[in-house]
């Protein structure tokens, strides 16, 4: 097939690229910071959750939750892997009453430290630190929600979050994982925990789950 090339006096211009500061950007969905954007630092491993994939998820959340207009209130939260940030502000945002963000790389954690201040997000607590660990402190049955993503590559970290979440998760609470590829449901029932909600997007495996009837009772 020929292919027309516009005269340079005129005809269509090619679209603009996006910017690399657009590139680098993710940003808050719904709430009271709405819109808000967040920086993507160029470090290995960090992948944060795409705002299509994390706008599902919280239409997920507030249908749990019962409230109107998306709102989460008075949830308890963690994001065990915080990298941008992106989970847990987004939660606060919509009315979370905590939210605790884990995070190991000494860069990343003041770049949410600069973030809380600049929201005057007072609800939200940055701890540098393994994610796991955190979890692990957590008083058993109090959480709402536990945001779970780690790198991709790092699948050691899997099991031992899962297990501490399922611990850590209140009634009715809820575990959010993204994965590299879909986990089977005899994994997670090991875990004490079922599969509520499950989304394909891109490279990312997002799943929703809850503690198991025989763990919830």
Request: proline share 7%; charged share 20%; net charge positive.
């Amino acid at each position: 097939m020929n292919k027309r090339t516009p005269s340079r006096g005129g005809g269509a211009k090619p679209a603009p690229r996006p910017s690399a500061a657009l590139r680098n950007e993710v940003r808050i969905i719904g709430g009271r910071w709405k819109r808000t954007r967040l920086a993507v630092a160029d470090k290995p491993g960090l992948r944060p959750t795409p705002d299509r994939v994390r706008e599902t998820l919280f239409n997920w959340l507030a249908s749990l939750a019962g409230a109107s207009g998306g709102e989460l209130p008075g949830w308890h939260c963690i994001d065990a892997f915080a990298g941008t940030g992106a989970l847990g502000f987004e939660a606060a945002s919509r009315g979370a009453a905590s939210v605790l963000l884990c995070e190991q790389d000494a860069a990343l954690v003041a770049q949410l430290q600069a973030l809380k201040a600049r929201l005057k997000a007072d609800g939200v607590r940055i701890e540098r630190g393994n994610g796991v660990t955190a979890l692990e402190r957590v008083a058993p049955g109090s959480l709402h929600a536990v945001f779970l993503d780690p790198p991709f590559e790092n699948t050691a970290l899997y099991a031992p979050a899962l297990r501490a979440a399922a611990r850590a998760l209140r009634p009715g609470g809820v575990v959010y994982l993204e994965a590299a590829s879909r986990w089977p449901d005899e994994e997670f029932a090991t875990l004490g925990l079922g599969v509520f909600r499950y989304l394909k997007a891109g490279a990312v495996h997002a799943h929703l789950l809850m503690l198991a009837p025989d763990t919830a009772a």
